[in-house]
């Protein structure tokens, strides 16, 4: 198992500081940090089977409204805005079933209530780390592990269990 601490790792640790240094808790960075990953991934996933459905040309239902997926919310530069937005995105995971076609909608259900735990926070506070979560490479198998060994760092760094993935 490498240990080593990779520069994205060492990255969302600066983040965590930051955070920390706002006083926010340990659990809900931890929420914020994994929260948001999941729905980021999530979103790249979609928008992955939107884009085979469009090559195959197949109807395709998107799980969430064009306005509640992440590439539609997590850039936007007015903190109202995006609050609303996550409110909305909360209340609509509490909706969803888990009896979709879609492979995200088994799990997201479960982030609605740690985002309204996020939302306590002043969302001036989320902005940056939205955007720079929002930058990170999904593209290649290489990249994706990354990003979970990303999530398993923030997990361990917060006072989290480690995620097993088989």
């Known amino acids: 198992m490498n240990t080593a601490v990779t520069p994205l ?10 955070l920390n240094a706002y006083e926010l808790p340990d659990a809900l960075i931890r929420d914020l940090f994994t929260t948001f990953l999941l729905l980021r991934w999530a979103d790249h996933v979609e928008a992955e089977q939107e884009a085979m459905a469009i090559f195959e040309e197949l109807a395709y239902q998107p799980l969430l409204p064009v306005n509640l997926q992440w590439r539609n919310w997590s850039r936007l530069d007015e903190p109202r805005e995006q609050a609303e937005r996550l409110r909305a995105l909360a209340g609509l995971l509490d909706d969803l079933r ?61 006072g989290g269990p480690a995620v097993t993935v088989n």
Not at 128 to 146: C, I, Y
């Open 98 to 158: 888990g009896d979709s076609t879609h492979p995200a909608d088994g799990y997201l259900p479960l982030l609605a209530a740690p985002l309204r735990r996020i939302l306590e926070v002043n969302v001036l506070y989320l902005l940056d780390v939205l955007r720079w979560l929002g930058e990170l490479p999904l593209e290649t198998p290489g990249e994706r592990r990354e990003v979970l060994a990303l999530f398993d760092h923030i997990l361990a760094e917060t």
């Open 9 to 18: 790792q060492e990255t969302a640790s600066q983040w965590v500081a930051a």
